[in-house]
């Protein structure tokens, strides 16, 4: 696979590019540091809300010809308001590389932002808040992560029901202007490219782009608790936060294979002890996950309110257990499933440009597919068995939801 180039605009944008010769597709993800945790304190859900209000036009397009002039590329397209960026994706056939961005280029420099469209924004927003209420896992660990951050890592993406009915069109027109900048974005493309040729574009569409946008904040935690989180449901949300080691660590590599055996799938620790073993949950998981600066484990099980208490034990119990070591085929079995995931998401170039960009985000530089599967193969049963017994996963933040007192 051909090495990935990197290039900074001198405006800030940085562009990684991971061309695929004699591929007809290929892919881009622009990110925009620009997400809830920067939203004001008196407009949170704002930048939810102008991701909606973006495809509402731009350019010299309406909503409508924006919306066909992209159709009749062939172009597949998304866009995600998160905690710290926002993101917007683009998979397409190789040949309509230039007048794709082109669009989205339009689309966040010079979005229109009709009076007309924004309702309809602010309502899409205001049904994903409401939807928390139909997905408890989800509703859970949104609340607890209110607890466990005392920076604006803690708020949820979509704002408040009271913070969205008070957001106006001037004011989310006024932190278009002040959060869309170059200075922090980043373009990464992936696919049948020339690298030149991306290069050029990119200077073309986006090189004149100005502004430093609005710093992101550093993650600062809260003390360790455990919450209690009252709800009218059928079954109880059990939710675990782990301080973990953040990307950029040595032992980033030694943890992602911890989590695999832990929760790689049906012959992982917590499937077997927790569900098969024991019958306590309907479901339960951890996964890794990351803001910038900071690493984190969650845990989750979702079980009766009659077998909340022990299924919180057991599942921390069995986490804890981690610290004395794994073994041999539990690490071998964990390689099997990171490098497998790794290879199936390798074979899409839209995987791979989104890839790219959360790297350069969270890194600072984009890996290479490559690098990847050999630092994880790298990985030793001593190394990773020394690092769990210095690294113990205990002590987390806590958080039941559902309808069980004292669980």
Same mark, same amino acid.
């Given at each position: ?41 008196? *407009? ?41 960026? =926002? ?7 190789? &040949?309509?590389?230039?007048? %794709? #961005?082109?669009?989205? *280029?339009?689309?966040?420099? !010079?979005?229109? #932002?009709?009076?007309?469209? /924004? ?21 859970? /660990?949104?609340? #607890? ?44 493309? %992936? ?18 782009? *100005? ?8 993650? +600062?935690? *809260?003390?360790?608790?455990? @919450?209690? /989180? ?22 980033? @590599? ?7 055996? #832990? ?26 996950? +990351? ?66 960009? !959360? ?7 984009? !890996? ?25 996963? =205990? ?9 069980? &007192?004292?669980?």
């Amino acid at each position: 696979m051909a090495e990935i180039i990197e290039h900074r605009l001198e405006n800030g944008l940085t562009l990684a590019i991971e061309p695929r010769p004699g591929h007809p597709g290929a892919a881009f993800h622009l990110l925009v540091p620009a997400g809830a945790t920067t939203d004001p304190e008196d *407009a949170l859900g704002a930048n939810a809300v102008l991701e909606h209000w973006l495809w509402k036009g731009a350019g010299s397009r309406d909503a409508r010809a924006f919306a066909e002039a992209l159709d009749a590329l062939g172009v597949r397209r998304s866009s995600s308001a998160g905690l710290e960026y =926002t993101t917007f994706s683009a998979a397409f056939l190789a &040949e309509v590389f230039e007048p %794709a #961005l082109g669009l989205f *280029a339009d689309l966040v420099r !010079r979005p229109r #932002l009709p009076e007309e469209g /924004f309702l309809p924004a602010r309502r899409a927003v205001e049904e994903e808040l409401a939807g928390l209420e139909d997905n408890p896992p989800k509703k859970l /660990f949104v609340r #607890l992560r209110e607890e466990v951050f005392k920076s604006p890592h803690g708020r949820n993406v979509e704002g408040t029901k009271e913070s969205l009915m008070r957001l106006m069109p001037e004011r989310v027109r006024a932190e278009h202007a002040r959060r869309y900048a170059p200075k922090g974005a980043i373009l990464a493309v %992936a696919g049948g490219l020339d690298p030149e040729r991306v290069v050029a574009l990119a200077e073309r569409y986006f090189g004149d782009w *100005a502004g430093a946008g609005v710093p992101l904040p550093e993650p +600062a935690l *809260a003390p360790k608790g455990s @919450y209690r /989180f009252p709800d009218d449901t059928a079954q109880v949300q059990i939710g675990l936060y782990y301080e973990d080691v953040p990307p950029d660590s040595p032992d980033f @590599y030694p943890a992602r294979l911890a989590s695999e055996v #832990l929760s790689g799938g049906m012959a992982s620790r917590l499937f077997t002890e927790v569900r098969e073993k024991r019958g306590l949950v309907y479901s339960v998981y951890a996964s890794p996950g +990351a803001v910038k600066g900071f690493g984190y484990l969650a845990a989750y099980a979702g079980t009766t309110p009659e077998r909340a208490e022990e299924t919180r034990r057991v599942l921390k119990a069995e986490i804890e257990k981690l610290k004395a070591g794994v073994s041999a085929d539990e690490l071998a079995r964990a390689k099997v499933g990171v490098k497998s995931a790794l290879v199936m998401q390798g074979e899409s170039v839209q995987a791979r440009s989104a890839s790219l960009a !959360r790297d350069l985000f969270l890194l600072g530089r984009a !890996r290479s597919l490559d690098e990847i599967l050999k630092r994880v193969e790298a990985v030793g049963l001593e190394e990773l068995n020394a690092f769990l017994a210095r690294h113990p996963y =205990t002590l987390p933040w806590e958080g039941v939801l559902g309808p069980v &007192e004292g669980a």
